[in-house]
């Protein structure tokens, strides 16, 4: 059938939101930004992903005209990686496991390995890492809460054992403080004994500019401050900015590359989607969903659904190619969102490399990312207070 163009709805920004257009500038421009000439900042990125948090932290130095240098990026994902690389530059990058580099029990003496590692890494001002979030997902039906992925998060102390930086920053799924082996309250502990101030809280995406309802939960240590989560959502927060807001100029972008066309549907799925433009529906009913939902009650009102233009989008995940693994149909086009939309939405600016990725390996590597703005606004309190105090 002929996708015909649906208008967008008109949405209004409050006035209130004064950073909005400087974002909106920041995320469409293809414009690296110049580095600062002010010191340096020296960081270590664990479980480094494509780089979502280490970009927010580079954004961070900048605003306080610090000149960002990643010393070290870890991820056992190669692609990743390679992403990483392209975008940071790291001094070291290793795609191994994060507990084969650094091997040491937590409060034991280091290893001649991880003695190696420091010595060859250099000093560091602020260590940070995503570890594997899937055992703590909401999403995840099969081992949440007790999977043995979910102690990676206590290996982010052992790190700051080896590398002594002055901040550690450690973010993951709110779940995460469920965890059946207690890793937060661990990892907590050993930050405090390890003479670390320790704070920990849940950052809203939808309440600090990011154009998605994202919650994450970050642990901090710091040498030198402690963080009030209520603050930071007072002091850097504004009003929700919709879907519309981050992808009304890539409406009809042409579909040359990967990375600006649309994952292609057959059949049922594409019925799916007519379906919902013809009835102008947001949520798919049971009578056309599979039978796996349309034979029993589900909880997955959302899958199959389609965004909404002026309001902000679901969490994006890896699989906002597929209709079939959330609310992934684009508001106004009949198609899912393109990985270059879905990029936008987890705040990646036009200037980020992405490369010539095949769309499974783009869809992994920006679903799995976590949207910079969250980190941006949790370091560039610790590196202005701390320079403060």
Same mark, same amino acid.
């Given at each position: 059938?002929v996708d015909e163009v649906v208008e967008p709805i008109s949405f209004v920004l409050d006035g209130a939101d004064l950073g909005a257009s400087t974002d909106l500038a920041w995320l469409r421009?293809?414009?690296?930004?110049?580095?600062?000439?002010?010191?340096?900042? +020296?960081?270590?990125?664990?479980?480094?992903?494509?780089? %979502?948090?280490?970009?927010?932290?580079?954004?961070?130095?900048?605003?306080?005209?610090?000149?960002?240098?990643?010393?070290?990026?870890?991820?056992?994902?190669?692609?990743?990686?390679?992403?990483?690389?392209?975008?940071?530059? *790291?001094?070291?990058?290793?795609?191994?496991?994060?507990? @084969?580099?650094?091997?040491?029990?937590?409060?034991?003496?280091?290893?001649?390995?991880?003695?190696?590692?420091?010595?060859?890494? $250099?000093?560091?001002?602020?260590?940070?890492?995503? *570890?594997? /979030?899937?055992?703590?997902?909401?999403?995840?039906?099969?081992?949440?809460?007790?999977?043995?992925?979910?102690?990676? #998060? @206590?290996r982010m102390a052992r790190c700051a054992e080896v590398l002594e930086p002055d901040h550690v920053v450690i973010e993951n799924v709110p779940g995460v403080r469920h965890d059946r082996g207690?890793?937060?309250?661990?990892?907590?502990?050993?930050?405090?004994?390890?003479?670390?101030?320790?704070?920990?809280?849940?950052?809203?995406?939808?309440?600090? %500019?990011?154009?998605?309802?994202?919650?994450? =939960?970050?642990?901090? %240590?710091?040498?030198?401050?402690?963080?009030?989560?209520?603050?930071? =959502?007072?002091? #850097?927060?504004?009003? *929700? +900015?919709?879907? &519309?807001?981050?992808?009304?100029?890539?409406?009809?972008?042409?579909? $040359?590359?990967?990375?600006?066309?649309?994952?292609? =549907?057959? %059949?049922?799925?594409?019925?799916?989607?007519?379906?919902?433009? !013809?009835? !102008?529906?947001?949520?798919?009913?049971?009578?056309?969903?599979?039978? /796996?939902?349309?034979?029993?009650?589900?909880?997955?009102?959302?899958?199959?659904?389609?965004?909404?233009?002026?309001?902000?989008?679901?969490?994006?995940?890896?699989?906002? &190619? /597929?209709? &079939?693994?959330?609310?992934?149909?684009?508001?106004?086009?009949?198609?899912?969102?393109?990985?270059?939309?879905?990029?936008?939405v987890q705040f990646f600016p036009d200037s980020f490399r992405f490369g010539d990725l095949r769309r499974r390996a783009l869809q992994e590597v920006i679903g799995n990312a976590v949207p /910079?703005?969250?980190?941006?606004?949790?370091?560039?309190?610790?590196?202005?207070?701390?320079?403060?105090?």
């Amino acid at each position: 059938m002929v996708d015909e163009v649906v208008e967008p709805i008109s949405f209004v920004l409050d006035g209130a939101d004064l950073g909005a257009s400087t974002d909106l500038a920041w995320l469409r421009s293809a414009t690296r930004p110049s580095e600062p000439t002010g010191r340096g900042l +020296r960081t270590a990125d664990i479980f480094s992903g494509c780089g %979502g948090m280490s970009l927010g932290v580079g954004e961070a130095a900048r605003s306080l005209e610090m000149r960002p240098e990643v010393a070290l990026a870890i991820d056992s994902n190669e692609t990743a990686l390679g992403v990483f690389r392209e975008n940071f530059r *790291p001094r070291v990058a290793r795609a191994e496991p994060v507990e @084969a580099l650094f091997d040491g029990d937590v409060g034991d003496a280091l290893t001649s390995s991880e003695r190696r590692w420091r010595a060859e890494v $250099g000093p560091i001002d602020l260590l940070v890492g995503g *570890p594997p /979030c899937q055992g703590n997902s909401d999403l995840n039906n099969h081992t949440r809460r007790e999977d043995p992925k979910n102690d990676l #998060y @206590a290996r982010m102390a052992r790190c700051a054992e080896v590398l002594e930086p002055d901040h550690v920053v450690i973010e993951n799924v709110p779940g995460v403080r469920h965890d059946r082996g207690d890793v937060v309250r661990r990892t907590a502990a050993r930050l405090l004994a390890l003479g670390y101030r320790v704070s920990s809280g849940v950052l809203d995406g939808a309440r600090l %500019g990011v154009p998605q309802m994202r919650r994450r =939960h970050f642990l901090i %240590g710091s040498r030198f401050v402690e963080i009030d989560f209520a603050r930071l =959502h007072a002091g #850097y927060g504004c009003p *929700p +900015r919709p879907v &519309g807001w981050a992808i009304a100029d890539l409406l009809d972008v042409p579909g $040359g590359t990967i990375f600006d066309t649309a994952s292609r =549907h057959q %059949g049922a799925n594409v019925t799916r989607i007519d379906y919902l433009f !013809d009835h !102008d529906l947001h949520d798919l009913p049971d009578a056309q969903r599979p039978d /796996c939902h349309r034979l029993k009650p589900h909880a997955y009102q959302a899958v199959y659904g389609r965004m909404r233009w002026d309001e902000p989008a679901p969490t994006i995940t890896r699989g906002f &190619g /597929c209709t &079939g693994q959330g609310r992934f149909v684009h508001p106004l086009r009949r198609r899912t969102l393109t990985p270059h939309e879905a990029a936008r939405v987890q705040f990646f600016p036009d200037s980020f490399r992405f490369g010539d990725l095949r769309r499974r390996a783009l869809q992994e590597v920006i679903g799995n990312a976590v949207p /910079c703005k969250l980190a941006f606004v949790l370091v560039r309190e610790l590196l202005r207070r701390s320079e403060r105090g």
